[in-house]
């Protein structure tokens, strides 16, 4: 199975850079996803990353360390509007027929302040 | 908007009751995706569908079933409600391309309460 960490709750200043990690332990590795969510809102895709580096994306970017089992999403010029949840998601592999499955975490809920 | 069509919005039923959520996928997606989201559980992945035939199955309940038809649309059905089911029912789909980046487009749920 999955198991995937990352921290609850995080508060940044607006303008700033925050960087939230995620942890996972995983039978198999093919993806580490990154969602952003809105209270009351749908999930909405960020990122995501198969391969060790960064990827940017704007003002998002996301790192991965395959042999760590670590990622971060990193948030530059943080704004108000970036207030949400974000949820870290790995698949552990493109199933048997093609099954896909990403296995979220619980998310980071981000508090962007003035 | 995501192009994810699902009804009902909100749905309030008593335990013991069924209920069938329904999903239209974006244009042109062949796979559906649900997934179940309340408050200490997070999202959970339920089922994968691809042009009507299930792909992956996660922790799915004996009491919920899904299908995807021919139109590509999806249901999820619950029966034997219990106070515990009460959450947001996410339906997402994606292309093929999606599928490898793990893009998918989620519609904005069905919340059951079941009283």
């Known amino acids: 199975g999955q198991n995937i960490d990352q921290p609850t709750e995080m508060t940044a200043t607006e303008g700033a850079i925050v960087q939230i990690n995620c942890t996972y332990q995983?039978?198999?590795?093919?993806?580490l996803f990154w969602y952003q969510q809105h209270a009351g809102e749908a999930p909405t895709f960020l990122s995501y990353?198969?391969?060790?580096g960064l990827e940017e994306k704007g003002r998002f970017s996301s790192f991965l360390s395959r042999s760590k089992g670590y990622s971060y999403l990193l948030l530059k010029e943080l704004q108000m509007k970036d207030s949400a949840s974000y949820l870290c998601?790995?698949?552990?592999?493109?199933?048997?027929?093609?099954?896909?499955?990403?296995?979220f975490g619980t998310g980071t809920q981000l508090k962007v302040e003035l | 908007d995501s192009g994810v069509t699902q009804t009902p919005k909100h749905l309030i039923t008593a335990t013991g009751q069924r209920v069938t959520l329904r999903c239209s996928p974006r244009?042109?997606?062949?796979?559906v995706y649900w997934y179940q989201q309340s408050l200490d559980q997070g999202l959970q992945f339920l089922i994968h569908?691809?042009?009507?035939?299930?792909?992956a199955k996660g922790n799915i309940l004996e009491r919920f079933s899904a299908q995807q038809f021919p139109d590509l649309h999806s249901e999820l059905n619950l029966s034997s409600l219990e106070l515990g089911d009460s959450a947001l029912y996410f339906c997402?789909?994606?292309?093929?391309?999606?599928?490898?980046?793990?893009?998918?487009?989620f519609g904005e749920g069905s919340r059951l309460t079941v009283l």
């Open positions: 997402a789909s994606s292309s093929l391309a999606g599928v490898r980046t793990g893009e998918l487009f």
């Open positions: 995983t039978s198999g590795f093919n993806g």
């Open positions: 990353n198969v391969l060790d």
């Open positions: 998601a790995v698949r552990a592999s493109i199933l048997t027929g093609g099954g896909n499955k990403l296995t």
């Open positions: 244009s042109g997606d062949l796979s």
């Open positions: 569908y691809y042009n009507g035939e299930e792909r």
